[in-house]
């Protein structure tokens, strides 16, 4: 029996998470849709060269789509403007999500990188799908009642939709947003107003270690908190396992979160976490990845893939405090570890010396900057070279790519968080003669449509 003409069959999901699916030849993007279903649109959004429609109504369902656990999550029919937009897969089953992970990445091999049959295998997935984020930023907002809430932006909005619980943080994460927005409202500190460039208190900012101790910051726009020693007296007082608790200061106006100032208003100055064997001591603005026991197993398959030898040296390019090189410096000669941010090499010189790790050295720049330098180039020559990249979401600079192809590395392994952009960089590689010999996607960020790989290259 044909569709009904105003029913959408959707066929694959996208990049970004959309499900697609064809009407009157025009691609028409679906969010919170799954591949199978038969969907009537209500809202929609017209372009040139495609659509984007909001489910009012799934007329036959997917094998795919569960009940998602979240109230706040988008069921059919709901206005957009009233659901949280934290999570984009929480109504796809999670082998769904893991299969729908890989062939994306297969996918954006295809079409962006030109690899036809790109060696891409099982996805590592996670056996904690919920309360798995280790970190979160959240943006905080008055309510119609007058209170200071904390919660997610709705979907393609700055609209703020509060939460009593997010499933993705873990239960102390929450006691401790509870915490400080009950401290918050006894002293109705002002809220940030974006439109108008005025008001204090933008986000809530939360780390948590392995072991389950937290830090807490306040991002705020000026550093003016009289009371933010009792703040965090009281904070570590209810919620024993905050162990850390800032002030960042953020004044500019815009979307960026957090600012370059921080200010300890109590506890330790730093949070002391785990990979592997290896021990941390993060400061609040250091990167580190936030799912601990997928980054494990995606360090472990970065090592794995890079499997160098005694005589090697290890070029650790984007490295954050270092942690994948330290896992590899006893195999070999030296690690050398490129960071631009200056707090988080210096958190990684100081675990180099609690990890006793003697054959790492930091250079303090950015990457183009450090590969342009005579030094380390002069200590690498005479021994075989592993290149490790782990850039941000927008990939590599094309200057860097071809600095390390002229280093002529024997491997370059390369952890992404975007298909797109890594698919991009793989084409850039083959210019050079460089093949993608395996690509392993791992699951950071299950209920959400984001795509971690590590990926080996070969000359």
Not at 37 to 64: L, M, Q, T, Y
Not at 112 to 140: C, D, L, T, W
Not at 160 to 183: H, K, N, T, Y
Not at 215 to 231: E, I, N, Q
């Amino acid at each position: 029996m044909p569709p009904h003409p105003t029913e959408i069959l959707l066929e694959r999901l996208a990049l970004g998470g959309d499900a697609v699916g064809r009407e009157n030849g025009k691609t028409v993007f679906v969010p919170f849709g799954a591949a199978g279903d038969r969907v009537c649109p209500g809202r929609r959004e017209e372009k040139k060269n495609f659509s984007r429609a909001w489910i009012a109504s799934v007329s036959s369902s997917s094998p795919d789509r569960v009940e998602p656990p979240c109230p706040l999550f988008f069921r059919p029919g709901a206005d957009p403007a009233t659901v949280c937009g934290g999570c984009a897969w929480q109504h796809l089953s999670y082998d769904a999500q893991k299969r729908s992970k890989r062939n994306l990445l297969i996918e954006s091999f295809q079409r962006i990188g030109k690899i036809a049959s790109p060696n891409v295998e099982e996805i590592v997935g996670s056996e904690s799908p919920f309360r798995y984020r280790n970190k979160v930023q959240i943006p905080v907002v008055r309510t119609a009642a007058g209170r200071i809430a904390a919660g997610f932006y709705a979907p393609e909005s700055h609209t703020v939709i509060p939460f009593d619980d997010c499933l993705v943080q873990s239960e102390r994460q929450v006691a401790a947003v509870r915490a400080a927005l009950e401290w918050l409202n006894r002293q109705n500190v002002s809220v940030y107003e974006p439109r108008e460039d005025r008001g204090w208190l933008r986000h809530l900012y939360l780390r948590e270690s392995a072991d389950g101790e937290l830090m807490l910051a306040l991002v705020a726009r000026d550093a003016g908190f009289p009371k933010g020693s009792a703040f965090a007296q009281e904070l570590m007082r209810r919620v024993p396992v905050v162990k850390s608790v800032f002030l960042n200061v953020n004044p500019k106006p815009g979307n960026v979160v957090l600012g370059l100032n921080w200010r300890s208003l109590g506890g330790r100055p730093f949070l002391e976490d785990f990979i592997a064997d290896l021990r941390f001591r993060l400061s609040p603005g250091t990167f580190f990845q936030v799912n601990h026991a997928q980054a494990e197993k995606l360090y472990a398959r970065a090592a794995a893939l890079a499997d160098p030898s005694a005589q090697d040296n290890v070029l650790e390019l984007y490295s954050g405090v270092g942690a994948m090189g330290m896992m590899l410096a006893p195999k070999v000669r030296r690690v050398w570890a490129v960071e631009e941010n200056h707090q988080a090499v210096r958190d990684g010189i100081e675990a180099a010396g609690l990890n006793a790790v003697t054959n790492i050295r930091f250079i303090a720049a950015t990457c183009e900057d450090a590969l342009a330098r005579r030094h380390p180039r002069q200590d690498m020559e005479g021994h075989p070279l592993v290149v490790l990249l782990d850039p941000p979401r927008a990939g590599c600079d094309p200057k860097v790519l071809k600095a390390v192809m002229r280093l002529a590395p024997k491997k370059i392994v390369y952890v992404s968080c975007d298909p797109a952009t890594l698919a991009r960089d793989a084409h850039f590689l083959s210019t050079g003669g460089w093949k993608l010999a395996s690509s392993v996607p791992v699951d950071l960020f299950p209920q959400t449509a984001h795509v971690e790989s590590v990926s080996l290259f070969r000359k």
